[in-house]
């Protein structure tokens, strides 16, 4: 695997990306750059609202972006493009949804479901060579190629993520936004989704961007992280180094958070805990450094005290 690749995939340079208009304007994305190198997992950790699905939306081009760009092999994805880079763009960047009962369509047989990127695309030459895809990236998921006219409803959860996968394997993609892959699954079967997802990563030398809010997944599944918090990046290292040594506060405080088995109830906790107008403060734009190569944190010693001082202050 080419963990250690220093080839930049996917360059996210200050995108900022804003919703509505006039009064109602809201900033969900602000100042927001990394990097994915070739072949790594980069994890996008943040509670809920924080901006992450916006940005994987932003790289699929769902989400327009306000300002800044996003490159793709060193070339915009967005803006005035040949028609051709377009096209490979939308065959190579691919996504799987949080929820697999919701982003499949009920009344589409298995096999449409899968190849719908493939028509979309023109990806195939004869109807038969569709037929053998289809059957191809079912196997490929661990699910029988027999399955492919059959409809949504008659698979588990677990299955149907499976055919989520295969719907973005079989554009033979580069890179792809997994979006709270397995949040949405039965816990006893979380972790064969997440070797699935890195045996097939393994094999089609793919990269992810892994966005999640659950902690322990992203120190399992992630080479390097990027911790957000109201859209902006506060802290972003290598994941080993990060969670072993958190050095913002707000990343010291989801790591703190303890998990309760009720997910709603999690949610709630979390939201108490950082609450601005509960602790009557707010994380403003930070400036950052490079402490060591690829760590960045607050740049200003002042500021970091502050927000330590806060989150003391905080009970967290
Ligand atoms: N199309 C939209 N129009 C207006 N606001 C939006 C839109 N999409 C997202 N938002 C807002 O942008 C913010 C960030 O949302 P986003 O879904 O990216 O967060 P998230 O970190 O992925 O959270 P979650 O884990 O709940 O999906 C939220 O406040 C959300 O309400």
Do not use: C
Not at 190 to 213: C, D, G, P
């Amino acid at each position: 695997m080419t963990k250690n690749s220093k080839e930049k995939l996917i360059e996210v340079k200050n995108i900022d990306i804003v919703f509505g208009q006039g009064k109602k304007q809201f900033k969900a994305v602000d100042d927001v750059s990394f990097d994915i190198y070739k072949g790594e997992t980069f994890g996008l950790v943040g509670e809920s609202g924080s901006g992450k699905t916006t940005i994987g939306r932003a790289i699929m081009r769902i989400n327009p972006i306000t300002n800044g760009e996003i490159l793709f092999h060193g070339k915009p994805i967005n803006g005035r493009i040949t028609s051709a880079w377009d096209h490979e763009i939308t065959q190579k960047i691919q996504m799987i949804f949080q929820d697999p009962g919701a982003s499949l369509n009920e009344r589409a047989k298995v096999d449409y479901i899968v190849s719908e990127g493939l028509i979309n695309n023109k990806r195939y030459g004869n109807e038969q060579e569709r037929i053998d895809k289809v059957k191809k990236a079912l196997l490929e998921v661990g699910l029988l190629p027999e399955f492919a006219s059959r409809f949504p409803h008659e698979f588990s959860g677990g299955q149907r993520q499976r055919i989520g996968i295969a719907r973005a394997l079989v554009m033979e993609p580069e890179f792809i936004v997994a979006d709270e892959p397995i949040s949405a699954l039965d816990v006893s079967i979380r972790a064969q989704v997440l070797n699935l997802l890195s045996s097939l990563q393994e094999h089609r030398e793919l990269t992810y961007l892994f966005i999640a809010h659950d902690l322990s997944i992203v120190r399992f599944i992630t080479d390097r992280t990027a911790v957000i918090y109201k859209g902006k990046i506060v802290e972003l290292g290598e994941t080993e180094k990060l969670f072993n040594n958190p050095l913002h506060p707000y990343t010291k405080a989801l790591l703190s958070a303890v998990p309760e088995p009720n997910p709603l109830k999690e949610r709630r906790k979390k939201l108490q805990v950082y609450d601005p107008t509960v602790h009557q403060y707010e994380m403003d734009p930070p400036e950052f450094a490079e402490i060591e190569e690829g760590h960045f944190v607050l740049a200003n010693q002042e500021e970091q005290a502050q927000y330590r001082a806060v989150l003391a202050g905080s009970g967290v």
